[in-house]
């Protein structure tokens, strides 16, 4: 019976300790994180030449593309299933062509909307 008391009385006392303390939870999503600068969201690619040395430096191969006739990259494609946001294509695409938004609500219920398709027209001449 004093074990029983002994540990009501000690859980009471770690209430009360932390009872007057500033809440650590955020109120999401109504209330969102500030993000800095460097945070690695959501990829999105605009321009690219297809050098493939974004192919190059992915280590999870979430990376694809199709280039037509005149060499010219027609269908892009970036799996998010794959994708482990560490930043290489980013940091070494020499034309900046990939971006990293701040858009990090991905939760989707849909797996195709996970896969980022930049479409183009391929022309095989």
Known sequence: MFVGIKSTFEGLMTVFKHLFKRAVTLEYPEKK????????????VNGCVGCGVCLKVCPTGAISYQKDGNA?????????????FCGNCYY????????????????????EDLILKYEGECRND
Do not use: Q
């Open 92 to 111: 070494y695409c020499p034309t900046g062509a990939i971006k990293m938004t701040k858009d990090y609500e991905l939760a989707s219920e849909n797996k």
């Open 33 to 44: 994180k500030v993000l800095n600068d460097s945070f690695r969201g959501k990829l999105e």
């Open 72 to 84: 010219k990259v027609c269908n892009y494609k970036i799996d998010l299933k794959k994708c482990i």
